[in-house]
């Protein structure tokens, strides 16, 4: 689906997988509603193992069919996630939407995430976009909240898919770890980036109030999700070019159209 019109440099094809039911539905919709998240990239897709056709305002969920409950595993108990998202890969790589786009992000439903600050970063490398480059959101590491891919690197993963099942194996493998993995072996480049994604669960780097990166998590409730957004919005530094169109649509939108918040909701969001 289409979020924005083509006119904003670098574009973005963002995507994420959503559980039918539960936590993340409303994460979503909400999200939606206010077009905040991968709802404000200049094209979007939300998979799950049903389709909806997106009537009534709602947004459009596209199949991948089979089971998505899988079984946690690892030092820290991971979600072994890797072959669900193997489909889900198979089905951006079919549709081809991220043709039309420099850059591809997955995202998780229960992240915040800024597309006006990601384009911004993505300014640095978009000179070369054209070769197969991914983002690192931690110190040598990729954590699955959000994985950025140039259209080149998803175009090496999508002919290599067939390698990586031999070579590194979905077996007990996180879905975050398995592409990184994949990657390297294929030659993608990988890029630290240490403002793509603040971790909620790791000290006051994760606040929302003042915060300068493209991504927090985690939030699992709508409310803690988008009282976190307004915050951010609220306390943006005005002469960031890369907030600027961020801090012109939520200064209108989010008066009007976000639910309800509750102290809890705001004391939670504030992360400090």
């Given at each position: 689906?289409?979020?924005?019109?083509?006119?904003?440099?670098?574009?973005?094809?963002?995507?994420?997988?959503?559980?039918?039911?539960?936590p993340e539905v409303a994460l979503l919709e909400a999200q939606h509603a206010v077009g905040a998240g991968i709802f404000s990239c200049e094209e979007w897709r939300v998979f799950s193992n049903v389709s909806t056709p997106g009537s009534h305002g709602q947004f459009q969920t596209s199949s991948i069919g089979g089971a998505?409950?899988?079984?946690?595993?690892?030092r820290f108990r991971?979600?072994?996630n890797a072959a669900v998202f193997v489909r889900v890969w198979r089905s951006v790589f079919q549709e081809g939407c991220?043709?039309?786009?420099?850059?591809?992000?997955?995202?998780d439903p229960d992240t915040v995430f800024l597309p006006s600050r990601l384009r911004g970063l993505l300014h640095v490398h978009d000179s070369g976009f054209h070769s197969a480059v991914y983002l690192l959101n931690a110190v040598s590491k990729l954590w699955g909240s959000?994985?950025?891919?140039?259209?080149?690197a998803v175009e090496t993963f999508?002919?290599?898919?067939?390698?990586?099942?031999?070579?590194?194996?979905?077996q007990g493998r996180g879905e975050d770890w398995y592409l990184h993995l994949c990657l390297d072996l294929l030659?993608?480049?990988a890029f630290r980036e240490p403002l793509l994604l603040a971790m909620r669960s790791r000290g006051t780097s994760g606040r929302c109030n003042g915060s300068v990166e493209v991504a927090l998590h985690a939030f699992k409730r709508p409310a803690q999700l988008l009282g976190c957004l307004r915050r951010i919005v609220a306390t943006a530094n005005d002469s960031d070019a890369a907030v600027d169109?961020?801090?012109s649509s939520w200064g209108q939108l989010a008066p009007l159209r976000l639910p309800a918040l509750h102290e809890e909701d705001l004391t939670a969001a504030s992360l400090e």
């Open positions: 689906m289409s979020g924005q019109p083509f006119r904003k440099a670098p574009s973005l094809f963002c995507f994420a997988l959503m559980m039918p039911r539960g998505l409950a899988v079984p946690r595993g690892g991971s979600l072994l991220f043709r039309r786009h420099a850059w591809t992000a997955k995202v959000i994985e950025v891919l140039s259209a080149a999508a002919a290599g898919m067939s390698q990586c099942e031999a070579e590194v194996g979905c030659g993608a480049r169109a961020l801090v």
